[in-house]
């Protein structure tokens, strides 16, 4: 295998920071979405979940995420608390994840 192949096949850390990124990014424009409002369309949640979802780099991220999910299932309404509470412990794996993975890559 010549070295200009190894290296296009290299795994490129750029796209997870980006990744990353956008996620946090995402987790954000949410959560001004939500505000304060004290309820929420299930319907709704689901939507910026599954957008969150998509974005997600991390396994913790996507069990809190898919966990979620699975709580308001058969709701028809969300108390804005806790999906801004999803929105912090996310956002807060998310960063403990990418920390943690960055402090055993050498």
């Given at each position: 295998m010549s070295a200009s192949i190894a290296a296009s096949e290299a795994i490129d850390p750029?796209?997870?920071?980006?990744?990353e990124s956008a996620?946090?990014?995402?987790a954000g424009r949410i959560r001004t979405v939500v505000g304060d409002q004290r309820l929420l369309s299930q319907t709704r949640c689901v939507d910026h979940v599954l957008d969150l979802l998509k974005l997600a780099?991390?396994?913790?991220?996507?069990?809190?995420?898919t966990?979620?999910?699975s709580s308001?299932?058969?709701?028809?309404?969300v108390e804005g608390d806790r999906m801004r509470q999803?929105?912090?412990v996310t956002v807060m794996a998310n960063e403990?994840?990418?920390a943690y993975l960055s402090s055993i890559v050498v």
């Open positions: 750029q796209p997870a920071e980006s990744a996620f946090v990014t995402e780099t991390h396994d913790a991220v996507r069990v809190e995420l966990d979620f999910l308001i299932r058969k709701q028809t309404a999803l929105l912090d403990v994840e990418t």
